[in-house]
């Protein structure tokens, strides 16, 4: 690949995460590389093209450094910790998942990204799932607490963006903490 188009993808993804899909223009892009929109369109096909393969990248790297982070843990406690930091340092980026900045303008994308969003979510709430597999007495299903615990974890980032203090990532953190058979 080349450096051109990584620049333009890492450009992209800053844009998404910190504004919102519109920021990721070829025109926009461009000008923050210091390039013409025709050139942007040099290295891809087109905005949705770009949106898909950011998003397939994003999904990619999400959970390789999930699994680097928990691939040596086994308690469910310990698991969700570390994937809670993975969403507090979104916070402290002043960022949202790329996820979440794509679904935040559903609307804007493409069949496919839609597809793409989902299989992302899909997959969190399996990994939430199959940590939560040597749990036992859950106050509610495994398959439920899964999909709590995954949207708790993005309606809390989407709340905290731009605010001064991560009181709803906080008060996820504390709940977490207090399921005592985790």
């Known amino acids: 690949m080349s450096d051109t188009r990584d620049q333009l993808k890492i450009i992209a993804v800053e844009r998404i995460q910190k504004d919102n899909l519109a920021a990721s223009s070829f025109r926009e892009m461009g000008k923050a590389a210091g390039i013409k929109s025709s050139s942007v369109h040099y290295h ?4 949705d093209a770009l949106l898909l393969e950011l998003v397939k990248d994003f999904r990619s790297g999400f ?46 994308l493409t069949e496919e990204c839609r597809q793409a969003i989902a ?31 995954s949207s708790s974890l993005q309606g809390a980032l989407m709340m905290d963006r731009g605010q001064e203090s991560a009181v709803h990532l906080d008060a996820v953190q504390e709940w977490l903490a207090s399921l005592s058979s985790l």
């Open 44 to 47: 891809f096909k087109s905005r």
């Open 63 to 108: 959970f390789d450094a999930l699994q680097r982070r928990t691939g040596d843990i086994s308690s469910p406690r310990q698991r969700l910790q570390h994937l809670f930091m993975m969403y507090a340092d979104y916070y402290q980026g002043h960022e949202l998942t790329l996820a979440l900045a794509y679904q935040a303008s559903y609307q804007e």
């Open 119 to 149: 299989e992302f979510h899909d997959e969190l709430q399996q990994w939430v799932l199959d940590s939560l597999q040597p749990a036992r007495f859950l106050p509610i299903s495994k398959e439920s607490l899964a999909l709590v615990v």
